[in-house]
């Protein structure tokens, strides 16, 4: 089985900080790797696909980046709808999947 | 625009069947790029897949919950159901129904508003 992490668990930010949450795989995942955005009471958000693309409709001031083992999602100017918790999904086990455990981002 | 209306009782005993449907509009659940997934989230924790399904009853369910978890699709009513049974409290939590791209690389880009379904006596 692969497994998932991310770090931090939670962070604490200001609305304009640029904020970066790790992701990483237990074996070689190649680019499998998509991420979303959770808020209490709304359908989870598709944000970036295949590591490093933009869901259609998703602000520019997310990107993430990565592949294999490692891999990063960024806010490069953290909005006060962006406060949540965001996942990733690894997808290179298909048709089975797993998600990583969260990571919430409060403000500070 | 595509939208999954999820439906079924909040509430289930110790024991017995959960029961929901996902109702989609916007789209045919018979196209052929999709597969319609089931995920949930337990109180205070994260995502957890429960399974996919293909128009065509081709299934996939997460080894954990395949002994207790059930889906299928009506055509006819556009809507995929899920099933399990029996339940537990640590069956508790919000379920998911989403879409998934049917290919590489697998993401879930629509989902439902979800279902808090808590097992209770």
């Known amino acids: 089985d692969i497994q998932m992490t991310q770090s931090p668990s939670s962070l604490s930010a200001s609305v304009g900080d640029r904020v970066s949450i790790t992701c990483r795989a237990s074996q070689d995942i190649s680019t499998y790797l998509n991420w979303y955005q959770v808020k209490p009471g709304q359908a989870p958000r598709l944000l970036i696909y295949a590591a490093s693309s933009l869901q259609s409709g998703v602000p520019s001031r997310f990107s993430g980046g990565g592949s294999g083992t490692d891999f990063t999602l960024s806010i490069s100017s953290l909005q006060p709808e962006d406060f949540a918790t965001y996942y990733c999904q690894q997808s290179y086990t298909s048709p089975l999947f797993t998600f990583g455990p969260g990571t919430r981002v409060d403000i500070k | 625009h595509l939208q999954l209306q999820q439906s079924g009782p909040g509430v289930v005993k110790p024991s017995e069947t959960l029961s929901l449907t996902c109702t989609v509009s916007?789209?045919?659940?018979?196209?052929?790029?999709?597969?319609w997934g089931w995920i949930r989230q337990p109180p205070g924790e994260g995502l957890e897949w429960i399974g996919s399904?293909?128009?065509?009853?081709?299934?996939d369910y997460n080894p954990s919950l395949r002994s207790r978890a059930s889906m299928s699709v009506d055509t006819s009513k556009n809507q995929l159901s899920l099933k399990l049974r029996p339940v537990t409290a640590s069956d508790t939590a919000v379920y998911y129904c989403?879409?998934?791209?049917?290919?590489?690389?697998?993401?879930?880009?629509?989902w439902g508003q979800g279902n808090l379904v808590t097992v209770s006596s």
């Open positions: 916007g789209d045919s659940i018979t196209s052929s790029s999709f597969y």
């Open positions: 989403a879409r998934q791209f049917g290919a590489w690389p697998h993401y879930f880009d629509y």
């Open positions: 399904i293909y128009y065509s009853g081709t299934t």
